[in-house]
């Protein structure tokens, strides 16, 4: 299993483009993925960010207009609003930073690039890479780390990802991206396995 790592970039180039995502909506829609959350699917996340240590993981499904967090581990979870991206208060210069929430704009982070590599995504600081440290996510988020790793079915349509994200630059190395890939590709072919409660345990 060999690992491409991204290249840094000179300037910054737009979000990848998609052109699978009219197939992908109908698939997710076919398998009654992405339109709400899912406990076992926050199960997953949860167990996710105690595998690698992270604050935020999420599993990650992109239609055509949005990407939506069916599954969500995060600090605090219960007592923040899960559904918006809440502003919170700063002091006098300081940025405001949002808190992440179900629903994230179809053009930001980095779960886009992981969808068109059809591969991980390991940015153990993204600002070593000005292709990634211009997102949105950096400045509105305070996002500085991301691991993540395509859902893949079996239809080789890549329907989201498991991602995990942190605050501050991780050095993830070969045991984080060993851990998202065998998360994903676990994950994968139960999402086809789905009853009419939801995903199987």
Request: proline letters at 9%.
């Amino acid at each position: 299993m060999s690992y491409d790592p991204p290249r840094p970039a000179g300037r910054l180039l737009l979000t990848p483009e998609d052109d699978e995502a009219p197939a992908r909506t109908a698939r997710l829609r076919e398998l009654g993925l992405g339109e709400r959350p899912e406990p076992a699917l926050d199960a997953f996340a949860d167990h996710l960010a105690e595998l690698t240590g992270a604050p935020y993981a999420m599993v990650n499904f992109l239609d055509e207009n949005r990407q939506f967090f069916a599954g969500l581990h995060r600090p605090e979870r219960d007592v923040l609003n899960v559904d918006t991206a809440a502003p919170v208060a700063a002091g006098a210069g300081e940025r405001v930073k949002r808190e992440v929430g179900r629903c994230l704009e179809r053009g930001h982070g980095f779960c886009p690039y992981v969808l068109a590599r059809r591969k991980a995504l390991v940015l153990e600081d993204v600002r070593d890479y000005p292709r990634f440290a211009g997102n949105p996510v950096v400045d509105e988020y305070g996002i500085r780390s991301y691991l993540g790793a395509p859902l893949v079915d079996s239809t080789h349509m890549v329907l989201g990802t498991v991602c995990v994200v942190a605050m501050e630059p991780r050095p993830w190395g070969r045991a984080g991206l060993d851990a998202i890939k065998t998360a994903a590709a676990d994950l994968a072919p139960r999402l086809e396995l789905r009853g009419p409660g939801g995903l199987r345990r």
